[in-house]
């Protein structure tokens, strides 16, 4: 079974461009998270989803950033316009909801905004 | 707010020693803590999780405790080996909300 699947790899943008990111959970994941962990640091949540509602977006630079999860499955995280600050691993994990398990993380996509 | 705290921030042992990782939460109603082992350029892998209704669980050479008195909980590694050698994270999640909280990281150096 595959696992969370993040694209792309590797992003380098200009400051004041957007970009997005894009995450395909576990088949059958009700519960997705996208994380920013910057450099030396633990990942921080920046929204979670249960199916397709944001549940948790306390933490989303709501000014320049986006995420969406139309069908309650792939999720698309955008920022615009990105600035020098957003340079991180944007990470994407998912759960099933079930309290009894745990949560699985994608490769992350690391941006550079130069 | 919720902060989990992580020590020490590096940590270099010799191959074959033990090497622990420790962890301080600040929300009583956490109730789960998984460990993760993050390798350079992927994602955080979980090796290890602990409920709050176990005070200790052990796989292989690989043992979390948990004191739910103090709000601390520990990753135990015995017998290292150079493939330990990984940035280790410690995460509490609280009953109901599916949210983690994670600290800031152990860089492990297992040296040969």
């Known amino acids: 079974e595959a696992g969370v699947v993040q694209s792309p790899r590797y992003k380098i943008i200009e400051k004041k461009q957007p970009v997005a990111f894009w995450c395909n959970p576990i088949?059958?994941?009700?519960?997705l998270y996208w994380y920013r962990q910057n450099l030396g640091q633990g990942p921080e949540l920046l929204i979670r989803?249960?199916?397709?509602?944001?549940?948790?977006d306390s933490q989303l630079p709501k000014d320049r950033f986006s995420a969406e999860r139309l069908k309650g499955v792939d999720s698309t995280l955008k920022i615009q316009p990105a600035e020098l600050g957003d340079s991180a691993v944007y990470l994407c994990?998912?759960?099933?909801?079930?309290?009894?398990?745990?949560?699985?993380f994608g490769q992350g996509t690391r941006l550079t905004v130069v | 707010g919720e902060n989990v705290e992580q020590h020490p921030s590096t940590l270099s042992v010799q191959e074959g020693d033990s090497a622990v990782i420790k962890c301080t939460y600040s929300?009583?109603?956490?109730?789960?803590f998984p460990w993760y082992k993050q390798e350079l350029g992927k994602g955080p892998q979980l090796i290890i999780d602990?409920?709050?209704?176990?005070g200790e669980k052990k796989d292989q050479r690989i043992a979390v405790t948990l004191n739910k008195t103090a709000k601390h909980f520990s990753l135990h590694i015995t017998e290292t080996q150079p493939e330990d050698s990984a940035v280790y994270f410690c995460?509490?999640?609280?009953?109901?909300?599916?949210?983690?909280?994670f600290g800031t990281g152990t860089r492990l150096k297992v040296l040969a």
């Open positions: 989803y249960e199916n397709e509602e944001a549940v948790d």
């Open positions: 602990i409920r709050s209704n176990v």
């Open positions: 995460a509490a999640r609280t009953s109901g909300t599916y949210k983690y909280i």
């Open positions: 994990a998912s759960s099933s909801g079930d309290s009894s398990t745990e949560a699985f």
């Open positions: 088949s059958g994941h009700n519960t």
């Open positions: 929300d009583s109603a956490s109730n789960y």
